[in-house]
């Protein structure tokens, strides 16, 4: 039987529209991307059909399914007078570096006491540290306070932005400025665990609270 | 792209030595590596989609120092959650040991699925839909505006006709069926939403209907 020869075509391939398309994706994820901050605990949240997208000047409240509670403030300028008014309260010593710390980190689940420890942690060590969340029975209700001092200092802070944007001649909404409450809670928690934070909320006459949702399609 | 265009510019330098010709092929293979870790890993920590919120306005705590008379509700629904399911009575309530005009409240069981709770919803509140839908229809002939129309679905949604519903949970609810039914009644167009505490006698209720 004769042979068949191939035509003898060369090995390599012109790589060069792979390439265009490659970087053209990497550049546009780049640009497009926002990076998901490193929470110390993961939490699966319920779904709903709400298209609201999440304020910007936001006072997060996470309730994991144990019913560990974190906190989170998320303007960095209203975090430092924060942390200063806590370290006053509870006579928790903190130093200047530790403040500063303070104010670019995410959730944080921890007692007044352990808080300095807590920030001088890594990441990943955040993340293995086995804390009780943040304390919040009648006799110790350390989340009350987080909660009072912090949307007193995020309204502070909203006042100097409001102020900020008056005087470059726009028309700001006040409310725009105002610290937003929101709750995530794990699809697993038990309801009774969010009822306590919610009634902390409403013990400080702040009934207008948010709950973190996945979206999902809306029936016809 | 990689091959650099060779020749032309050429005609003045003819006694000159020629540098000796490679190929100017470049080989991308370790670029397009590089090109696709990237691409791989920046798929893989960004996140698009915001996550949203669903906002819910609890009714302000009562003064403890005012008794406030408990006000009559004409058409009210109240849900009783337990675990993953779902328990609801329409009305007032009437224990056991003092029973209404049509004797003691019985809860009935419904489901989260559109045929359970979403149906018998759109089945009780059917004044402010229809009034959503002749809204919905005059908003799309232009025939009002952005503002009244929220601001009249608002007056839909106040009127003592519509729904009014009433939240009870007990220890073993999740967080999950709470947020469900919170979105249901958001779809449903109900106005007045109101978690409140359990009563024991509610819970007895639910506990026989468990069993």
New interface residues.
Partial sequence: MPKIKMPKSSPSIDMTPMVDLAFLLVTFFMLAASFRSSEPVEVDVPSSISDKIIPENVLLVTIDKGGRVFFNLSDPEARRELLLNMAVKYKVGFSEEQVNKFTYMSSFGCTMQELPGYVNMTGDERKSLNTAGIPYDSTNNQLKDWIYYGNIAALNSGKTAFEEAKSKGNVPDPNDFKPKFTLKVDNKAVYVHAQNVINVFRDLELNNLNFITSMEMAPL | ??EIAEGGGGGHDKGKKRAKKSST?VD??P??DL??L??TF??L?????????????????PDPAQEIEPQKINNAITFL?SEDKIFYYSGQYYPVNAPGPKGATVLEETDFS?KGI?KLLADRNSFVLQGKEGLDKKLKGKQIQDSSYLRMLIDFKKDPESLKVLIK?D??????????L??EL??AEIGVIA?VDILASELDLINQKIK
């Fill in positions: 792209m990689a092929r991308m293979t670029m397009v090109a696709f990237l691409l920046f798929v920590t960004s996140t698009f989609s915001k996550p949203k919120v669903m906002s819910l306005v609890y009714p302000a705590k959650l559109a979403r949970t220890d073993k609810a999740t967080c999950k069926n709470f947020i469900d919170i979105d958001k779809i978690p």
